[in-house]
């Protein structure tokens, strides 16, 4: 009896000493959109990133010697299972201020000495990955920092975990109005298009250009003063305001999407950006009248997909390209004089070629 009354009592004592020292770790950041995998290196702190800022705090009034344990693991893949960072031994009372560089060190002087190398969480499909692209893949990354007593090798603090999610970006795709060849502008009747593009990043700026006479080069368009600006897009289309500046019936316009790239060192002026796209405004009415000779024209043609195409141009799309009859370029009014000499059997259709 006791031994088990021993027992008992010995249990909040073991309970109490895991709480000698406080761990406070205040995350910086969680998203990015490139990680360098080179920048975890501990021989080159000075070089990563600052992942957290914190403290350690000796609670007791006595001197402890202390060890920290540092695990990452990517997704459900462990990459470094608790890689061990010697330390000096902490003070009656002491609060030491830490970050990520300081920890993740083999510069003995800074008081820290990080255990293992930059090679240590490299294996297998992720190591693969990390020397093809040089950068950390896609996935959720969670860093897991333990303390422990030197003596007795139990946990003495509560345990801290930053998570941070890696996601590369997709090139900037745009998708209309207008097209990236500015030989050929696409026409459009609408005033306040709704401007569309695709990627995976989630802050998006763009721009309109308006271009006089000769279309210059991508990169001279590029220099000068967007006609429009709108930053701070979260989605990956954007209607032309009401209160913006005209688009102009007869006038050429470039647009063009940008958007800064999230990277644990902070790079202001990383910017991924897409082509140029190109497109002129004509009046409602000379666009209504060249989809209505195109539908009239389609719906002559022996062709079982022509249904799938007038559904495309009754939901507003607008055909590019141009239309080439007996070799020849031809106008929409070109077209409608076809259109009526297959109606009344002048023209017969005898073979349909869709490029």
Known sequence: MKKFILLLLLIPVIAFATNTIELVVNQVGGYYNY???TTID???????????TGSIRNTTSEIINYYIKFSITWNETTLLDNGKISAQPLSPNENLLINSQDLITKRTNDGFHAEFSIDDFLAGDFEDIVKETGKFPDGIYTFTIKIFDVNTNLEIAESKEIVIEIENPTAISLISPGLSNNSYIQEIGDHQPNFVWFSNLN???????????????SEEIELQTPYFIESEIGETSFSYPLNAPVLESGKTYAWQITSGLETPQGYENLIDKSTLYFFRII????ASLKLTALRNFIQQLPAQNKDEILNLLNSGYSPSGSIIFEEEDISYEDLQSITEQIITGKLLIKKIVIE
């Open 42 to 52: 501990p021989n080159d702190p000075t070089t990563q990133p600052l992942l957290f």
């Open 283 to 286: 009046d409602q009415k000379s």
């Open 203 to 217: 802050n998006y700026t763009i721009k309109i250009y308006e271009l006089v006479g000769e279309i210059p080069s």
């Open 35 to 37: 990680f360098y995998a």
